[in-house]
């Protein structure tokens, strides 16, 4: 596919997903791509993060006015929702649909692997607009200290999530011991979360108290490969500061902490930590290999992780990589999962980021097929949610906001 059809395509999806106007119930102005005009009609976190990224390839201005709505939806305690309902009158059906946590009737109280600083230093590098950078930092830094000092009991460097859809991996088979999944579908797994959200209904809001009832507690190793790389970025945009040096510090004491506690020898795999315990979660899934987007990741883990795990073709390279499982887990579901989503076929932002990072480790080549069979899966099906993995069939919600990513690898 030429790249100026694949940007036609981009722009095409970008411009009518695109939601513009004033919120009537708090007189702010939206400008922002929702993910899918049909099933998710709102601005969600990493989704926005991944749209600005494709943007800075077609319109820098609206790049920037999708973060700067995104950093809007900051609370004063620093935290930032993963859904703001901009456009409240299409929450019923949403809802119908969906469950989300909630303290306030306008967005969630969930958040969602944090990449935006990461976003925020791209657009500054593409840009060099100082007004826009100086308004940001403020933000990012409010929210990365939300995430320290809520997210971190433990000090550990680890970071932890209170539900599944907080890592954006919502269904994957690591959670379903945790919540104790008894049927196999996406039904099931409603089930199994309502009762984590009935759990929590007096604590709502509370996170401190929520961590430490250690109903599900997970820290969450795609959560904190993110979190390091957003870590770096914001360093990185604070200059030479002392706030540099804290947020620095952080990301090394993070990725100490993944190698210290989450890297798994024997399986050649980084495994979640589930409860307060701490206990490994040895169900290997993209997420497993996400440490790889962390630069200075020693030479030797990489080396495991891509021979063991990325090149196996009875593992994650199928024909289109990188299924969200691998293939030889008993679990893994390659076609249509209706909804039991993150248990099979592969994703463009997950491509996204590991084809970055295996460039990054100096395997090109690598990186250059895992492009094209991405760009194949959109050649054959359009710009779809997620794809089969052995057949390209495009899969999930159409129209899909994120894949516009194939842009930016
Ligand atoms: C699903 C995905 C999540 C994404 C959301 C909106 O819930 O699992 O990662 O942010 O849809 O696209």
Same mark, same amino acid.
């Given at each position: 596919m030429e790249?100026?059809?694949?940007?036609? =395509?981009?722009?095409?999806i970008l411009l009518t997903n695109l939601r513009r106007g +004033?919120?009537?119930?708090?007189?702010?102005e939206y400008s922002f791509v929702c993910p899918s005009l049909t099933g998710y009609p709102f601005q969600w976190f990493w989704d926005s993060c991944f749209h600005a990224i494709a943007l800075l390839h077609l319109d820098q201005d609206q790049a920037k006015a999708e973060m700067t709505t995104l950093m809007s939806g900051a609370l004063s305690d620093g935290f930032i929702p993963h859904i703001i309902f901009w456009e409240m009158e299409k929450q019923p059906d949403f809802l119908s649909r969906n469950i989300v946590g909630m303290t306030s009737p306008n967005y969630s109280s969930t958040m969602q692997p944090p990449i935006i600083a990461y976003t925020v230093e791209r657009i500054y590098q593409a840009t060099g607009d100082e007004d826009f950078k100086n308004a940001a930092l403020p933000v990012l830094t409010g929210f990365y200290r939300w995430l320290r000092t +809520?997210? &971190?009991p433990d000090d550990d460097g680890l970071i932890a999530v209170i539900q599944p859809e907080e890592a954006g991996t919502d269904c994957s088979p690591k959670y379903d011991e945790a919540l104790g999944l008894e049927e196999l579908t996406n039904r099931g797994f409603i089930t199994a979360l309502r009762k +984590?959200? &009935?759990a929590y209904e007096p604590m709502r809001g509370d996170d401190h108290r929520i961590l430490a009832a250690d109903i599900f507690h997970f820290e969450d190793v795609l959560v904190n490969s993110i979190y390091v790389m957003g870590l770096r970025s914001l360093a990185r945009l604070l200059g030479d500061s002392p706030e540099a040096d804290e947020f620095s510090r952080e990301a090394d004491k993070t990725r100490d902490a993944l190698l210290a506690k989450c890297w798994d020898e024997e399986a050649g795999a980084f495994f979640d930590l589930s409860g307060v315990a701490e206990a490994p979660v040895k169900v290997v899934t993209i997420s497993s290999l996400m440490p790889l987007i962390i630069d200075d990741l020693p030479r030797p883990i990489v080396?495991?992780?891509v021979n063991d795990w990325v090149t196996a073709p009875d593992h994650f390279w !199928?024909?289109?990589?990188?299924?969200? +499982?691998?293939?030889? &887990?008993?679990?893994?579901?390659?076609g249509n999962p209706r909804g039991f989503i993150w248990r099979g076929p592969s994703w463009i932002n997950t491509n996204w980021f590991l084809?970055?990072?295996?460039?990054?480790? =100096?395997?090109?080549?690598?990186a250059d097929t895992i492009v094209t069979r991405s760009q194949e899966c959109i050649e054959k099906s359009g710009f779809?949610?997620?794809?089969?993995?052995? !057949?390209?069939?495009?899969?999930?919600?159409? &129209?899909? =906001?994120?894949s516009t990513l194939i842009l930016d690898m």
């Amino acid at each position: 596919m030429e790249r100026s059809e694949l940007e036609e =395509g981009a722009r095409n999806i970008l411009l009518t997903n695109l939601r513009r106007g +004033v919120a009537d119930w708090n007189g702010k102005e939206y400008s922002f791509v929702c993910p899918s005009l049909t099933g998710y009609p709102f601005q969600w976190f990493w989704d926005s993060c991944f749209h600005a990224i494709a943007l800075l390839h077609l319109d820098q201005d609206q790049a920037k006015a999708e973060m700067t709505t995104l950093m809007s939806g900051a609370l004063s305690d620093g935290f930032i929702p993963h859904i703001i309902f901009w456009e409240m009158e299409k929450q019923p059906d949403f809802l119908s649909r969906n469950i989300v946590g909630m303290t306030s009737p306008n967005y969630s109280s969930t958040m969602q692997p944090p990449i935006i600083a990461y976003t925020v230093e791209r657009i500054y590098q593409a840009t060099g607009d100082e007004d826009f950078k100086n308004a940001a930092l403020p933000v990012l830094t409010g929210f990365y200290r939300w995430l320290r000092t +809520v997210r &971190d009991p433990d000090d550990d460097g680890l970071i932890a999530v209170i539900q599944p859809e907080e890592a954006g991996t919502d269904c994957s088979p690591k959670y379903d011991e945790a919540l104790g999944l008894e049927e196999l579908t996406n039904r099931g797994f409603i089930t199994a979360l309502r009762k +984590v959200y &009935d759990a929590y209904e007096p604590m709502r809001g509370d996170d401190h108290r929520i961590l430490a009832a250690d109903i599900f507690h997970f820290e969450d190793v795609l959560v904190n490969s993110i979190y390091v790389m957003g870590l770096r970025s914001l360093a990185r945009l604070l200059g030479d500061s002392p706030e540099a040096d804290e947020f620095s510090r952080e990301a090394d004491k993070t990725r100490d902490a993944l190698l210290a506690k989450c890297w798994d020898e024997e399986a050649g795999a980084f495994f979640d930590l589930s409860g307060v315990a701490e206990a490994p979660v040895k169900v290997v899934t993209i997420s497993s290999l996400m440490p790889l987007i962390i630069d200075d990741l020693p030479r030797p883990i990489v080396e495991r992780l891509v021979n063991d795990w990325v090149t196996a073709p009875d593992h994650f390279w !199928t024909p289109y990589p990188l299924p969200s +499982v691998p293939a030889s &887990d008993p679990k893994f579901m390659p076609g249509n999962p209706r909804g039991f989503i993150w248990r099979g076929p592969s994703w463009i932002n997950t491509n996204w980021f590991l084809s970055h990072a295996l460039r990054r480790h =100096g395997y090109p080549e690598l990186a250059d097929t895992i492009v094209t069979r991405s760009q194949e899966c959109i050649e054959k099906s359009g710009f779809r949610e997620y794809y089969h993995p052995y !057949t390209a069939e495009g899969l999930g919600a159409r &129209d899909f =906001g994120w894949s516009t990513l194939i842009l930016d690898m």
